[in-house]
């Protein structure tokens, strides 16, 4: 039922189809502007993007379009925090000051030239295309870190092996009740170290994490089933419709209807 990352998608964004309200999403992303200009406001500061940048956005920034001009294209890479390797990190996540949110692609040629080419491969069906997609992608990252060498920090800080396993138990049973306490005492940490270690190694707290994966389920049903909105509440893990509502408005930026209605996608 999960998507499988990392996954690109190409999307068109119009001013009067976009939501005003901040959001924090659920996938790390690599946006590519191909067309169109836009204000877009990530945690608090506005950038004007126009065609030539990329923006490295982590699952914790809030972001939303103040503005567009004309039709916007994005090419949009979405990944899991688990698809990243421990020197990726820093990319996305507790980014160094002096990385830069965005760069430009002639700046990172080989950056362009594998990312362009792992769309393509995605966009086939022929067997294996997924996985040389992934691998384009792990190309356009390494492309990405030799450019940024000078700014990242020398000696990754790897994954503690008690988040990962917390991960991988969250992934295997998110649609349970999920709780501090009992994750806490499965790999042996007090629930305020766990809380505090989790922050820290993904970008967004234990409960905000759980809540923004659900959505990520529900999303994929919303665009691949015709099942009700409290069908699908239920089967991501909500114990009732409003707090789905709550939780999907929160994350996207509209309602669920809205969302499947009118196609939106998060950026």
């Keep these: 039922m999960h998507q499988k990352f990392p996954t690109i998608h190409r999307f068109f964004y119009r001013n009067e189809e976009v939501s005003k309200r901040p959001g924090i999403f659920h996938t790390i992303k690599i946006h590519i502007v191909e067309s169109g200009?836009?204000?877009?406001?990530?945690?608090?500061?506005?950038?004007?993007?126009?065609?030539?940048?990329?923006?490295?956005?982590?699952?914790?920034?809030?972001?939303?379009?103040?503005s567009i001009c004309g039709t916007l294209t994005l090419l949009v890479c979405e990944m899991d925090i688990t698809d990243l390797l421990p020197e990726q990190r820093p990319l996305f996540i507790n980014r160094p000051p002096q990385l830069p949110l965005f760069f430009f692609l002639n700046e990172v040629p080989e950056f362009k030239s594998y990312f362009y080419t792992a769309f393509a491969q995605s966009q086939k069906k022929e067997p294996f295309c997924a996985l040389f997609a992934k691998g384009y992608i792990s190309l356009a990252l390494a492309s990405l870190l030799r450019h940024f060498a000078p700014?990242?920090?020398?000696?990754p800080e790897k994954m503690r092996p008690e988040i990962e396993a917390v991960l991988q138990y969250i992934s295997s049973h998110i649609t349970e009740n999920l709780s501090l306490s009992h994750l806490s005492a499965l790999v042996h940490l007090s629930p305020s170290a766990l809380s505090k270690q989790f922050a820290k190694y993904n970008g967004l707290g234990f409960?905000?994490?759980?809540?923004?994966k659900r959505?990520?389920?529900a999303i994929e049903l919303l665009r691949s089933t015709e099942k009700s909105v409290l069908d699908i509440a239920y089967?991501?893990?909500?114990?009732?419709?409003?707090?789905f509502y709550d939780a999907f408005k929160k994350t996207t930026g509209v309602t669920p209807l809205s969302f499947r209605n009118k196609r939106f996608s998060s950026v």
């Design 37 to 66: 200009t836009a204000i877009w406001n990530i945690n608090g500061k506005d950038f004007s993007i126009y065609p030539g940048l990329a923006f490295l956005m982590g699952n914790g920034e809030r972001r939303y379009f103040k």
């Design 151 to 155: 700014v990242l920090p020398d000696t």
């Design 207 to 212: 409960h905000q994490y759980i809540s923004s």
């Design 215 to 217: 959505i990520e389920m």
């Design 235 to 243: 089967a991501c893990g909500f114990h009732n419709s409003a707090a």
